[in-house]
Every structure is written in structure tokens, then in C-alpha cells.
């Protein structure tokens, strides 16, 4: 019996280390295993009896791209534990932080790592030989989200600015209105953006996804709302534990996550523009309808073109709180220290991250869980492979590695927030 | 990309027509020798001209492409793993030559300082000169010192800029931004 392996050593464009392998058998696909080998960080561990004002800025650590998330869904929690709310002014400079944070990851991912699949290039280096332009494009973008991040956040990466109650400075309205130029040359070059990505070519592959993510009635979702879900599921955040299971699997040092009762789930742009499009700026929606999208999308092939419509949003949003601020007369609400249990789920640009605490009555911390959303993904992205990769048994090893490296990418998979790198590995027998 | 490096070569630093260089340290210092980058960056503090800049760049590798813009003269100094004996100095002339990439992927979603440096060439924004100083480490283990070799070499390394950007670039103060000293 003819059998062949396959090891592709080195998949970049993902953020983590971990392998894919592929187990096809007698031209059957017999298994497919994402395998995470990254070591486990322990940040749920080591923040046990640390101040709970200490963790929004030790949590933005867990994550070089997106740590606005991890520290707005430890902010929310810690508040909610401590039975503090926040002023609007307050909430609406943290929506202003998370659109910084959208607008960088989501070029990264879409220019950097995603848009070099469709366009047919190795890598972002190659594909700026042909299309500097496109480049050049991207890292405009991205750096009129890094600009947000350094004014509300003090910096471009692992923002200080941000504590329990609110902020430690809160911007003049002239240091916002100084941002304002930049957002909206982004704001063009963003529909751009839509009308480059939404003329790639896509697979014609869809899934009957259970989509879950955070949800509010006014608003398309950042940092505040319930859990919901295409199945039913509409829950406050504080319930997630009593519907959703972390659980280990040998192949992955990352936990699993499952919907109890239901199984496999998946976070991320598809789901939240599935469960949320209709809270979209007119602008945004308008950029998503001509780009050929309906009010859901199954095909994570497209998550692209919602990533573009997402900056877009981001971009008006954006102006949108700069337009109307107002500063907070202080730039924080006090925090007593009691004894509590808080939860939050906020919309990290790659999916739901959950975070709940237990703080003593001095408000250090006794117990600690974070559920990122890769880690949620995980089953959904096998899933993926087990459905798309037998469509694809007939292609040349280099095609069929090729195609299931990017519906991995589909989901803009952050393994870990350090230096690795996933290997793929097809056997054929 | 499979070369072999450059090894200390002998070529001044900055010719005589360049202007005021950037020198940007990159690197962890909490893991071991990556920190040789920052540790020449505190070498060099007070040892050179005021109209040198000394950054220590602790961002993305696409911070980088955008530092690296708009920049007339900028010598890069970081850590590097290529197998050569610990302490060993690659030069690299940005310019002119390809970096290679210790293991391609290996760095944040796949890019690096390699595919920075070769991202700004392809974007014609490299500066006009860009110079590369590699240390070579031994162990990057988180919460490791710096190797005694790297240290050694870090030290000679900070000695030789001073020594040759003192001759080489005008004395006049310039304005500091945020990430100098």
C-alpha cells in the first residue's frame, strides 16, 4: 500500500506553536488533529494573591495583539465582582480603546497573514513585490490603530492606561480631536479594503456552525452584552460556566471548550457578524452588502470580508465617540475592596474571551479562569478540516497542505502570544 | 534563505555622507541573551554624540517597517541563533543583502525582523543606510542572564560604535523623541 507523509515544518501566519496532522487513509480522510504543543503559561495560577487592580495590566501580557481584550474582560469582571459601574464617558473611551485594537489586528491578520493565501504568495514579502501598494495600504491602516492605542492606552502594545474603575488619564477632547484626521483617511482606505478582499476567490464551503458570541441590543458588541448563541442560548455573562466546559484533550495543552448539551462552537468575526449584523454602523452595513454579504455568513473562507467590514466599523465607531465626548469629571470610579465573584465576556477581534474571578475581601485574588477564544475554537477549526479536507484528497500534497494551512487561518488562530511556529503533517497510506 | 552570515566585518560604521544615525536595540531582556541589544543600548548611553539616537525597540516587526521609514542612517542591534560560536558579531548590510531568517515563522505571527527588513526593501523605504549587528547567543531561556561570551561581545560591540560614530557624525545636538534616551 502506496503511503506518503507529508511534514510541513514551518506554518507561518499563525500565532502560537502547535501541528496539524492529517491521517488519510486509502484516499479516505480517517482523522484530523490540531495538536498545540506550546507549554502551558499558568497565568490563571500565578495570578492567584495578586491585587485585583494589579490584573488588567498583567493580563494585557497574556497577549501582544489583542491585549485590550484580556484587559477589558478583566476590568469588566474585577467591576462586577466589586459592584462598581462605570460612568457612559468612561464606557465609551473603552469601546474607543477595543476599535484601536480591532483596526490593528484585523489588517495584521487580513493584509499580513491572510491576504497573501488568496492573492497566491508565500508571505506578506512576496506578495509586496507584486503589490506594494496593497502593503503600503495595510500598514496605513494599522497604524491609525496603533495611534489609538497610544493615546488611550499610553502605548502601541500592552496598554498601561487602563485600571479598575476606568482609566488612569482620560484624553482632552483636543488630544481625541487630534486622532480625528487619521480616522477618517483609515475610514476610506477601509471600504477600499472591502471592495479588495470581497473580489478575492473564495471555496464554496460553508458549515452549520453553532455561532456564540457576546451580543447587546443597541450596539454591535465590544465589551458589554449577553452570550448568545444560533441555538437559543441568551445568557449574562455571569451563567457562561453553567453552559459551557473547558476540557483536556492529550493532542493540546490548550484546554477544549464545548456548549454543555450541544458541542462545538465557534467565536469570532463569522459569529458575531451572524448573531450581530444588524447592529452594524449604515455604513458598515451598506460596505457589507456590497460586498456580497447576507445577514449570516457560514463560509469561514469569507471571515476576511468580514474582518474588512468589522475595521470598517471600527473606523466609524471610532469617530462616532470622538465626535460626541465629553471628559468624565474623574477619570475613574473608586473601588472598595470586598469579597465577590465577577464575570465578563468581551469580544477580543478574534473571538469571545470570558474571564471570571473570585476575589478575598482585600480584593486579592483566589481563583482565576480565562477561556481565550482560540482555545474555544479549537474543535470547530478540526471541524473544519474533517468537513473541507476530503474535498481535497485528489490535490497535490503541496495544494491540499496549502488549502487546509489557510482554513486554519480562516480563524486567525492566536496559540500562544509568543515566539512559535505550527507544523503540518499529512500522512497518506 | 540559506547564507552564511557576515562576520564582524571591518567596514565603518556609517560613511562619511550619512546622516545623523538611529541606533535601534532590539530584543527581550528577560530571556537571556536576547537582551545583548538592550544591553548595548545602556552601553552606549552618554558615549556618543548628542545627535545620535539611541532607541530600544521593543514593538511588532511592522513597528519596525515604520521606524525604519523616514530614517536617513539606522544600525540595528539585536540577538541572533545561527549555530557560530557564542559571542560571535554578523554583520549584515541591509541594503545590499538578504537577512536570513533563523527559522522562518519564527517570530510573531510569522514575522520578524528578517521580514521586516526585507518587507521595508521591498517597500523602497529602507534607509539609505541600514546595517544589521547580529550577536550571536547561547541561551534564551526566559528569566536567563546574559551568557558571558554575549556579554563580552556586547561590550566590544558598544566600544566600537562609540569609537567610529564619534568620528563619524557632526556633534549638534538634535530633538529626542519618546524612545530615546
Same mark, same amino acid.
Given at each position: 500500500?502506496?503511503?506518503?507523509?507529508?511534514?510541513?515544518?514551518?506554518?507561518?501566519?499563525?500565532?502560537?506553536?502547535?501541528?496539524?496532522?492529517?491521517?488519510?487513509?486509502?484516499?479516505?480522510?480517517?482523522?484530523?488533529?490540531?495538536?498545540?504543543?506550546?507549554?502551558?503559561?499558568?497565568?490563571?495560577?500565578?495570578?492567584?494573591?495578586?491585587?485585583?487592580?494589579?490584573?488588567?495590566?498583567?493580563?494585557?501580557?497574556?497577549?501582544?495583539?489583542?491585549?485590550?481584550?484580556?484587559?477589558?474582560?478583566?476590568?469588566?469582571?474585577?467591576?462586577?465582582?466589586?459592584?462598581?459601574?462605570?460612568?457612559?464617558?468612561?464606557?465609551?473611551?473603552?469601546?474607543?480603546?477595543?476599535?484601536?485594537?480591532?483596526?490593528?489586528?484585523?489588517?495584521?491578520?487580513?493584509?499580513?497573514?491572510?491576504?497573501?493565501?488568496?492573492?497566491?504568495?508565500?508571505?506578506?514579502?512576496?506578495?509586496?513585490?507584486?503589490?506594494?501598494?496593497?502593503?503600503?495600504?495595510?500598514?496605513?491602516?494599522?497604524?491609525?490603530?496603533?495611534?489609538?492605542?497610544?493615546?488611550?492606552?499610553?502605548?502601541?502594545?500592552?496598554?498601561?492606561?487602563?485600571?479598575?474603575?476606568?482609566?488612569?488619564?482620560?484624553?482632552?477632547?483636543?488630544?481625541?480631536?487630534?486622532?480625528?484626521?487619521?480616522?477618517?483617511?483609515?475610514?476610506?482606505?477601509?471600504?477600499?479594503?472591502?471592495?479588495?478582499?470581497?473580489?478575492?476567490?473564495?471555496?464554496?464551503?460553508?458549515?452549520?456552525?453553532?455561532?456564540?458570541?457576546?451580543?447587546?441590543?443597541?450596539?454591535?458588541?465590544?465589551?458589554?452584552?449577553?452570550?448568545?448563541?444560533?441555538?437559543?442560548?441568551?445568557?449574562?455573562?455571569?451563567?457562561?460556566?453553567?453552559?459551557?466546559?473547558?476540557?483536556?484533550?492529550?493532542?493540546?495543552?490548550?484546554?477544549?471548550?464545548?456548549?454543555?448539551?450541544?458541542?462545538?462552537?465557534?467565536?469570532?468575526?463569522?459569529?458575531?457578524?451572524?448573531?450581530?449584523?444588524?447592529?452594524?454602523?449604515?455604513?458598515?452595513? %451598506? *460596505?457589507? #452588502?456590497?460586498?456580497?454579504?447576507?445577514?449570516?455568513?457560514?463560509? =469561514? @473562507?469569507?471571515?476576511?470580508?468580514? $474582518? !474588512?467590514?468589522?475595521?470598517?466599523?471600527?473606523?466609524? %465607531? *471610532?469617530? #462616532?465617540?470622538?465626535?460626541?465626548?465629553?471628559?468624565?469629571?474623574? =477619570? @475613574?470610579?473608586?473601588?472598595?475592596? $470586598? !469579597?465577590?465573584?465577577?464575570?465578563?465576556?468581551?469580544?477580543?477581534?478574534?473571538?469571545?474571551?470570558?474571564?471570571?474571578?473570585?476575589?478575598?475581601?482585600?480584593?486579592?485574588?483566589?481563583?482565576?479562569?480565562?477561556?481565550?477564544?482560540?482555545?474555544?475554537?479549537?474543535?470547530?477549526?478540526?471541524?473544519?478540516?474533517?468537513?473541507?479536507?476530503?474535498?481535497?484528497?485528489?490535490?497535490?500534497?503541496?495544494?491540499?497542505?496549502?488549502?487546509?494551512?489557510?482554513?486554519?487561518?480562516?480563524?486567525?488562530?492566536?496559540?500562544?502570544?509568543?515566539?512559535?511556529?505550527?507544523?503540518?503533517?499529512?500522512?497518506?497510506? | 534563505?540559506?547564507?552564511?552570515?557576515?562576520?564582524?566585518?571591518?567596514?565603518?560604521?556609517?560613511?562619511?555622507?550619512?546622516?545623523?544615525?538611529?541606533?535601534?536595540?532590539?530584543?527581550?531582556?528577560?530571556?537571556?541573551?536576547?537582551?545583548?541589544?538592550?544591553?548595548?543600548?545602556?552601553?552606549?548611553?552618554?558615549?556618543?554624540?548628542?545627535?545620535?539616537?539611541?532607541?530600544?525597540?521593543?514593538?511588532?516587526?511592522?513597528?519596525?517597517?515604520?521606524?525604519?521609514?523616514?530614517?536617513?542612517?539606522?544600525?540595528?542591534?539585536?540577538?541572533?541563533?545561527?549555530?557560530?560560536?557564542?559571542?560571535?558579531?554578523?554583520?549584515?548590510?541591509?541594503?545590499?543583502?538578504?537577512?536570513?531568517?533563523?527559522?522562518?515563522?519564527?517570530?510573531?505571527?510569522?514575522?520578524?525582523?528578517?521580514?521586516?527588513?526585507?518587507?521595508?526593501?521591498?517597500?523602497?523605504?529602507?534607509?539609505?543606510?541600514?546595517?544589521?549587528?547580529?550577536?550571536?547567543?547561547?541561551?534564551?531561556?526566559?528569566?536567563?542572564?546574559?551568557?558571558?561570551?554575549?556579554?563580552?561581545?556586547?561590550?566590544?560591540?558598544?566600544?566600537?560604535?562609540?569609537?567610529?560614530?564619534?568620528?563619524?557624525?557632526?556633534?549638534?545636538?538634535?530633538?529626542?523623541?519618546?524612545?530615546?534616551?
Amino acid at each position: 500500500m502506496a503511503r506518503r507523509t507529508i511534514n510541513v515544518d514551518v506554518l507561518a501566519r499563525v500565532e502560537g506553536e502547535g501541528a496539524l496532522r492529517l491521517v488519510i487513509q486509502d484516499g479516505t480522510l480517517r482523522n484530523a488533529e490540531l495538536r498545540i504543543f506550546e507549554p502551558p503559561r499558568f497565568f490563571e495560577a500565578f495570578l492567584r494573591g495578586r491585587s485585583c487592580m494589579e490584573v488588567p495590566d498583567i493580563t494585557a501580557r497574556i497577549c501582544g495583539i489583542c491585549p485590550v481584550a484580556y484587559q477589558m474582560s478583566s476590568v469588566h469582571a474585577m467591576e462586577d465582582a466589586l459592584g462598581i459601574a462605570i460612568t457612559p464617558e468612561i464606557r465609551a473611551l473603552r469601546r474607543l480603546l477595543y476599535c484601536g485594537e480591532w483596526i490593528e489586528s484585523h489588517v495584521l491578520h487580513m493584509y499580513m497573514l491572510h491576504a497573501p493565501d488568496f492573492l497566491g504568495y508565500d508571505g506578506a514579502v512576496e506578495m509586496a513585490k507584486d503589490h506594494p501598494d496593497v502593503v503600503r495600504d495595510g500598514l496605513a491602516l494599522k497604524k491609525a490603530g496603533n495611534e489609538i492605542l497610544n493615546l488611550l492606552g499610553g502605548r502601541e502594545i500592552h496598554p498601561i492606561n487602563v485600571r479598575v474603575g476606568g482609566f488612569y488619564r482620560v484624553p482632552t477632547r483636543h488630544e481625541l480631536r487630534g486622532l480625528r484626521e487619521a480616522l477618517l483617511r483609515g475610514r476610506d482606505a477601509s471600504l477600499d479594503t472591502v471592495k479588495l478582499v470581497a473580489g478575492f476567490a473564495f471555496p464554496d464551503m460553508e458549515r452549520d456552525y453553532e455561532f456564540v458570541s457576546v451580543s447587546h441590543p443597541g450596539e454591535y458588541p465590544f465589551n458589554e452584552g449577553h452570550v448568545v448563541s444560533n441555538r437559543g442560548l441568551d445568557i449574562p455573562p455571569q451563567q457562561y460556566d453553567a453552559h459551557f466546559e473547558e476540557f483536556h484533550v492529550k493532542r493540546s495543552n490548550a484546554l477544549h471548550s464545548r456548549h454543555l448539551g450541544h458541542g462545538a462552537y465557534l467565536t469570532g468575526p463569522l459569529a458575531r457578524y451572524s448573531l450581530n449584523s444588524a447592529r452594524l454602523s449604515p455604513l458598515a452595513l %451598506e *460596505a457589507a #452588502r456590497t460586498a456580497g454579504l447576507g445577514a449570516t455568513c457560514n463560509n =469561514p @473562507f469569507r471571515s476576511i470580508v468580514i $474582518r !474588512a467590514v468589522e475595521v470598517v466599523y471600527a473606523f466609524d %465607531e *471610532a469617530l #462616532r465617540i470622538i465626535d460626541a465626548y465629553q471628559p468624565p469629571e474623574r =477619570p @475613574f470610579v473608586e473601588a472598595p475592596m $470586598r !469579597a465577590g465573584v465577577g464575570c465578563a465576556a468581551t469580544e477580543a477581534p478574534r473571538g469571545m474571551l470570558y474571564h471570571r474571578y473570585r476575589l478575598d475581601a482585600d480584593g486579592s485574588v483566589l481563583e482565576a479562569k480565562i477561556v481565550p477564544p482560540t482555545s474555544q475554537n479549537q474543535p470547530s477549526i478540526e471541524d473544519d478540516l474533517r468537513a473541507f479536507a476530503p474535498h481535497w484528497l485528489d490535490l497535490p500534497d503541496d495544494r491540499l497542505s496549502h488549502l487546509c494551512e489557510q482554513a486554519i487561518r480562516n480563524h486567525d488562530p492566536c496559540i500562544s502570544c509568543a515566539t512559535h511556529f505550527l507544523k503540518l503533517d499529512v500522512v497518506r497510506g | 534563505m540559506k547564507r552564511t552570515p557576515g562576520r564582524d566585518k571591518a567596514a565603518p560604521v556609517v560613511a562619511g555622507r550619512a546622516g545623523c544615525p538611529v541606533i535601534l536595540c532590539l530584543g527581550n531582556p528577560h530571556c537571556g541573551d536576547d537582551g545583548a541589544g538592550r544591553l548595548v543600548a545602556r552601553l552606549l548611553r552618554d558615549r556618543l554624540p548628542s545627535s545620535v539616537r539611541i532607541e530600544q525597540h521593543a514593538g511588532t516587526a511592522l513597528a519596525l517597517v515604520e521606524r525604519l521609514h523616514g530614517a536617513d542612517a539606522v544600525l540595528l542591534v539585536d540577538a541572533a541563533l545561527t549555530g557560530a560560536a557564542p559571542g560571535t558579531i554578523h554583520v549584515f548590510d541591509c541594503v545590499a543583502e538578504d537577512i536570513p531568517a533563523a527559522r522562518p515563522g519564527a517570530s510573531s505571527h510569522g514575522l520578524g525582523v528578517a521580514e521586516a527588513i526585507a518587507l521595508a526593501r521591498v517597500l523602497g523605504t529602507l534607509p539609505r543606510v541600514c546595517r544589521l549587528y547580529a550577536i550571536e547567543g547561547e541561551t534564551f531561556a526566559p528569566g536567563a542572564a546574559l551568557s558571558p561570551a554575549v556579554r563580552t561581545a556586547a561590550e566590544g560591540l558598544a566600544a566600537r560604535l562609540a569609537r567610529e560614530l564619534v568620528h563619524t557624525v557632526p556633534p549638534s545636538a538634535t530633538s529626542y523623541g519618546p524612545h530615546g534616551f
